[in-house]
């Protein structure tokens, strides 16, 4: 492992600056694990890039340039084997406006738009804000406690106004990385039934399965392709969400300019130190992703084990992400609990609730952090459920 910075059990306080997930508890003794950021630092080549882009001085207006588009194309093929062209990619200042513009851009007032819960909040709100009507089936936990498809759920939520799937994958907050054949099958299914797909991707490089692979919905074939938006970022992986910096890819020529045209006026372009990083990180960002992979796989372990021990809770380790998902219908229902954030604050851990994804009794545990406040959270959330 690299020194400095880099070393992943080095404890950096970030309380010493503003910050979303450690201002909540402000003056309290909660250990964050909720919003989906890392307690760790950005890589250092992604720092040194930014670095230096400052030391230029002149902050101007900045489009994307042709060697940062090569890195992304570049990147696509080498992790993928996804041959893209730079001219399908579209530059946003964020994945959440992405999906948002999805939905405005396809079908009309009143049309539905798909997607399977449990999932990340604003795949929920996005079809209301642009007056599209959500469809919405579950993933079904079996015995094994690996999430899948309901198929004949998913197709019973769907009529013919159906226009738009909107798919998470790999999943937050279930974590699964989707195999070829579940692919396979909801591109048959928006085939048959003519729907757009907005695929997010925004966990792809964090699969920490060794024998799994992402594989992106639109690298199917081409005909898959020309009906999807990919959408990806490097803000989960190499820990840079707040640099603002997010693309979608959209392979086909008129849905491309209906995605466009839905941006106008209202998404900006994204930060140029967001840029500058995309490019850092996807052209040299590779063995650090490694090492941080091998990190949270390590961190996933230590949760399973921890939380063995706690029998009145079922734990879905993730297939990807750094993002575990707990079932505590049993226990909340057997304590009399309904406020499970509120049970795990005042044991002194802050974790997401899981209604917010659709999936009240359940909660969302970030473990992107070091091994020992890991240890000391998941000691903490023993105690919340003895
Ligand atoms: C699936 C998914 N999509 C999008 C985002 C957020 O993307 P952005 O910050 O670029 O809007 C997250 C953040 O947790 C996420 O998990």
Not at 33 to 39: E, F, L, N, Q, T
Not at 65 to 93: K, N, T
Request: net charge neutral; charged share 25%.
């Amino acid at each position: 492992m690299a020194d400095g910075v880099e070393d992943f059990d080095l404890i950096i306080d970030r309380r010493a600056v503003p910050g979303e997930k450690w201002s909540r508890y402000e003056g309290r003794d909660v250990i964050p694990m909720w919003v989906a950021d890392m307690d760790f630092a950005a890589p250092e080549v992604v720092l040194d890039a930014i670095r230096r882009r400052l030391d230029h001085g002149v902050l101007g207006y900045t489009d994307a340039w042709p060697s940062l588009e090569q890195a992304v194309v570049d990147a696509m093929l080498r992790d993928y084997g996804w041959p893209i062209e730079p001219g399908w990619v579209v530059w946003l200042p964020g994945m959440v406006s992405a999906l948002n513009v999805a939905c405005r851009a396809i079908g009309d007032d009143g049309d539905g738009v798909f997607t399977a819960t449990p999932i990340y909040p604003p795949f929920l709100r996005a079809p209301a804000n642009n007056r599209r009507r959500l469809q919405h089936a579950a993933l079904r936990a079996g015995e094994d406690g690996r999430w899948r498809w309901d198929w004949a759920a998913t197709e019973a939520a769907m009529d013919a106004s159906t226009r738009l799937f909107m798919l998470c994958n790999p999943h937050n907050p279930v974590g699964r990385v989707f195999d070829r054949q579940e692919l396979e099958r909801v591109a048959e299914i928006c085939e048959r039934r003519d729907l757009v797909i907005c695929s997010d991707e925004i966990h792809c490089g964090l699969v920490l399965d060794e024998d799994r692979r992402h594989l992106p919905i639109a690298a199917l074939d081409r005909s898959v392709a020309a009906r999807t938006i990919t959408l990806m970022a490097p803000s989960k992986t190499w820990n840079i969400p707040s640099l603002y910096c997010a693309f979608a890819i959209i392979p086909d020529r008129d849905l491309r300019r209906r995605f466009r045209h839905a941006m106008r006026g209202i998404v900006p372009h994204p930060n140029l130190l967001g840029l500058v990083a995309t490019e850092a990180a996807y052209r040299d960002g590779e063995p650090w992703r490694r090492r941080l992979v091998r990190y949270l796989r390590d961190n996933r372990e230590r949760v399973g084990l921890r939380l063995a021990a706690a029998a009145a809770i079922q734990t879905t380790l993730p297939e990807a992400t750094y993002l575990a998902w707990l079932d505590c219908r049993r226990f909340a229902s057997e304590r009399g609990i309904d406020d499970l954030t509120g049970h795990f604050d005042s044991h002194g851990v802050g974790i997401s609730d899981g209604r917010g994804f659709g999936a009240p009794g359940f909660v969302r545990v970030n473990f992107g952090c070091s091994r020992q406040l890991l240890e000391q959270g998941l000691g903490r959330m023993l105690k919340a459920l003895r």
